[in-house]
DNA sequence: GAAGTATGTCGCAAATATACGACATTAAAT
DNA sequence: ATTTAATGTCGTATATTTGCGACATACTTC
């Protein structure tokens, strides 16, 4: 039943932490690095380049271009994923909207004491 | 064995997975909405509000304490939990430079062409 | 001190995530 | 056509997450 109660929740906030699991593991977010770093990208080479097998980094690979922040093109016997550059900046803003919202509520005071 | 591969990462990579898990799930991120728009903020509160059992919300929280990201004082027979908007600041500047380098790399063309 | 209330912890069951080897598929090259 | 090379998919083992009831703890109140 583990997902069971993900309806209950608002759809902003479904959609949040849907992309907040997308980067929850920590080759997701190298995967995301490498492909803004280089200008080719091919998937062979971001397998050689991360301490994964190669079957453990395509299974990664799916699960970006499942929410659509990367897309993968076939290019004859090589396929070239890219950022979806466009996605990703919408995506930062609903961060940036969330961490706003985050910090301009009530806070902790200093020293671990709290303000109620 | 399915962390064992973490430790082979950045730093920096860790610690950007590692907050973006706290919030992947809609129960944490709705947790830290309503510690944002309350000015009082007693457990008993969260756990009336969300769609959840006690003991679960009591484990969101004790994850998202975790991670400091929230802080919880005991006033008595109820605990107030406060969130920690100074590390929630530091927090939003690493996605923040996350997300500009991923938008600045190499793209998708649109209509899903990739530009390589 | 007995009763009641607010929280945290433990233990369990079910669902997901992680990781990889073995196989399937597709396209280039000979 | 056969071989080679690059990727994706399937099956599987293990670890982690999720969710909750039952119990433990701690503090207040009577």
Redesign the interface.
Known sequence: MTYA??A???EE??Q??RV???????????I??F????????SGDIAAEL??SRTTVSQHLQELKALDLI???I?GLTV???????L??R??QQ??A???????????GPD?????
Chains 1, 2 share one sequence.
């Open positions: 109660k993900t209950a929740f608002t906030q479904q949040l932490s907040a699991k997308a980067l929850a593991h920590p080759a997701r977010v190298a995301i690095q492909l803004a770093s280089k200008q080719t990208c091919i301490p994964l897309r993968g093109e290019d070239c994923y890219c950022l979806n550059t466009e990703l900046q995506v930062h961060f940036t969330f961490f706003i919202e985050a910090t301009s509520g009530a806070a902790c671990d004491a709290c303000a109620c």
